[in-house]
């Protein structure tokens, strides 16, 4: 039979009403909840600076004055001047993009490769699970950010390099996160339903056991897009990261910490935008949490 | 309860060996030039010949592994490109000043984080809970080493009320390491103030962090607790809020954060790699991160190292403290 292409609008319409349903009423308890707004808007305006924030600079941030070096706050430099006198706005606006793609970078990988061990380790078990998560085990054993700094340390200072030693941190957390979903939804009724009836192991994955795991990835996503960022800022302020002249958030801390008694906007600018992103990140990852699920409602905490 | 600590002591030996392994591919592997980085940036090329010949880096990767974990058995984890001295010895000389920072700071965050977690659960949505929970919030996404320069800024150089870094200026002879300990040996008073005086911005700094966790945690659990069945016959029997809240909720509601505390004090470490460079705390971590042009390779692998099988440790002594409070898990197998 051959529909004509309203019919065929209509019918999928149909189809995703319940879900769509449900998206809506997710993004309404969002939108009631005035902190995740708060969220959501941060970290609407770092995407922004990051996409269009050498555009709206003021200055080139890497051009030096030294005639006005350490200028503080004022019409011209509304945030002063560094040792260099380069513009401490625009090397902050030109900086966001950085964070912004240690972030996705570091979860774009980590993320699908966490996921994947954690189903194969959930969904087969036995000897498969039992390396996967001794592997695991070994790299949560260590503090994330040492572990970090030593990969960084050995592959050599640079925000590239920074962006790998993240990524060989992260994925675990997700392995952990995505075999405990698997398992549980493993022994459910539903599951248990399509194996009897001969589904292959590949429909149940992809439609009970992924999408089962949606909820928790989306929201430890988005409180952990927080994490890479102050992460990332933390080895770059260390010297393992982004190196000078780079507006690197972390990194311009660290330049203008020996100079902070003599010009505290140096690096306090580059440190309060980084407590922003972060504290944006969480806001509205909290808020997706309680969105998604209103029973748990910050009962549980998301390390 | 013997069996059970047995049990976990076991399962320590393929984890400690699993983290060798992987410091071996840190050190020795992911480096292009393994030589090169471990004699650091500056080093004469002659240097770097003997260090690898020292190092058997010429050899085959299983004999690398053989001779790895052979020199670590004998306590050699490679020299300093900063300090020139054995990483084995620097580490020693620089662990009690960490540890001590440490373990202030785990104190001083639990003493704030858990009372403020029941706190804000107890008297929900009322202000105090508002409060607690907008520092929490504050707490875990603060950049470390931003805070630690605002409060040096403000504390130093705006009101003079606290030095800006370093440990005790006053001369004191070294027993332990551990600078109120020694000075509460020796009898020193004005050492144990000045030791005092320069310990409470970086300890109040790292512990505001992992208040900020805690707070959520405990707060989580004693919520949940408070709606548990058993509260609800508690009260429904007629008990005292008091007795109800203190005596049945607060004890189930502590394990989440007892357990966490484990990984956090692996937090906490990590975090005094970024406090100990500021405040200039000759710490493991200052030490680790060496200088910024000088990646000092050997530095930050036996590091990272000791900073792992601290956590490792202090998981363990949280399972079995976690098992000698609640009895469900000395005989059941604990779920992942």
Redesign the interface.
């Known amino acids: 039979m051959r529909f004509s292409p309203l019919t065929k609008y209509r019918l999928l319409k149909k189809r995703l009403k319940p879900s769509l349903k449900e998206m809506g009423l997710t993004f309404y308890v969002l939108r009631k909840n005035a902190s995740a707004v708060l969220g959501a808007f941060i970290v609407a305006s770092f995407i922004f600076l990051a996409l269009f924030g050498p555009y709206i600079a003021p200055y080139d941030p890497y051009e030096t004055d030294i005639i006005h070096r350490f200028e503080p706050p004022s019409p011209s430099h509304p945030l002063g001047t560094d040792k260099l006198g380069r513009d401490v706005l625009s090397r902050l606006l030109h900086g966001a993009r950085y964070s912004a793609k240690a972030g996705i970078v570091v979860l774009a990988i980590s993320v699908p490769v966490g996921v994947i061990l954690g189903g194969i380790a959930g969904l087969f078990g036995g000897w498969i699970d039992e390396i996967i998560m001794?592997?695991t085990?070994?790299?949560l054993?260590?503090?994330?950010?040492?572990?970090a700094?030593?990969?960084s340390?050995?592959?050599?200072?640079s925000l590239e390099n920074a962006m790998l030693a993240l990524t060989l941190v992260w994925w675990p957390l997700y392995t952990r996160l995505v075999r405990?979903q698997a398992l549980s939804v493993r022994e459910s009724a539903y599951v248990e339903a399509a194996r009897s009836r001969g589904a292959s192991k590949l429909y149940i994955v992809f439609k009970h056991i992924l999408p089962n795991c949606l909820t928790p990835i989306l929201v430890t996503f988005t409180l952990d897009m927080?994490a890479v960022i102050?992460s990332c800022?933390?080895l770059s302020?260390?010297?393992?990261g982004a190196q000078p002249p780079l507006p690197e958030w972390?990194r311009m801390?660290?330049d203008g910490?020996i100079y902070?008694?003599q010009a505290?906007w140096v690096?306090?600018f580059p440190?309060?935008a980084?407590?922003l992103v972060?504290?944006g990140f969480?806001?509205l990852g909290d808020g997706i949490r309680d969105a998604l699920d209103p029973k748990l409602r910050?009962?549980?905490?998301v390390? | 309860m013997g069996n059970y600590i047995l049990r976990r002591l076991l399962l320590l030996i393929?984890?400690l060996l699993?983290?060798l392994?992987?410091?071996f591919v840190?050190?020795y592997v992911?480096?292009a030039d393994p030589a090169r980085?471990w004699a650091g940036p500056k080093a004469r090329p002659e240097q770097v010949e003997l260090l690898r010949q020292r190092y058997h880096l010429n050899d085959p990767l299983y004999l690398q592994v053989y001779y790895y974990l052979k020199n670590l058995l004998h306590g050699d984890l490679g020299i300093s490109a900063t300090t020139k001295r054995p990483v084995l010895d620097d580490l020693k000389h620089f662990f009690p000043a960490t540890v001590e920072l440490t373990i202030v700071a785990f104190t001083l965050s639990i003493l704030m984080g858990v009372p403020l977690g029941i706190l804000s659960a107890v008297k929900r949505n009322s202000l105090v809970d508002h409060i607690s929970r907008v520092l929490a919030?504050?707490g875990?996404?603060?950049?470390?080493?931003?805070l630690g320069?605002?409060v040096?800024?403000i504390f130093y150089?705006k009101l003079g009320w606290l030095p800006a870094g370093g440990r005790c200026e006053v001369d004191l002879q070294r027993i332990t390491g551990f600078v109120i300990l020694d000075s509460l040996l020796t009898h020193n008073m004005p050492a144990l103030v000045d030791a005092l005086k320069r310990l409470v911005l970086p300890s109040f700094t790292l512990a505001f962090y992992s208040m900020g966790?805690l707070v959520?945690?405990t707060?989580?659990?004693m919520?949940?607790a408070l709606?548990s069945e058993y509260v609800v016959t508690a009260r429904a029997k007629g008990l005292p809020q008091r007795v109800v809240i203190y005596r049945h909720a607060l004890k189930n509601a502590l394990i989440?954060p007892l357990t966490?505390m484990g990984?956090r004090l692996?937090?906490l470490?990590?975090g005094t790699?970024?406090l100990e460079?500021?405040f200039a705390w000759p710490g493991m971590g200052r030490y680790?991160?060496g200088s910024?042009?000088q990646?000092?390779?050997p530095a930050?692998?036996g590091?990272?190292l000791i900073?792992?099988l601290v956590?490792?440790f202090s998981?363990f002594f949280v399972d079995i403290l976690y098992s000698l409070i609640d009895p469900r898990i000395r005989l059941g197998e604990k779920a992942?």
């Open positions: 001794r592997i085990d070994i790299f054993a260590f503090p994330g950010l040492i572990l700094m030593a990969f340390a050995a592959l050599g200072p405990g927080g102050l800022a933390s302020f260390l010297g393992f972390g801390v660290s910490r902070l008694f505290w690096s306090m440190g309060l980084i407590a972060v504290l969480n806001l910050r009962i549980t905490e390390g | 393929p984890t699993g983290i392994l992987l410091i840190i050190a992911i480096p980085a919030l504050l875990v996404s603060t950049p470390l080493f931003w320069l605002l040096q800024f150089f966790y959520r945690i707060r989580g659990s919520l949940e709606q989440p966490v990984i692996g937090w470490l990590a790699v970024l460079t500021i680790a991160a910024i042009v990646v000092d390779l930050v692998v590091y990272t900073s792992a956590m490792v998981n992942r």
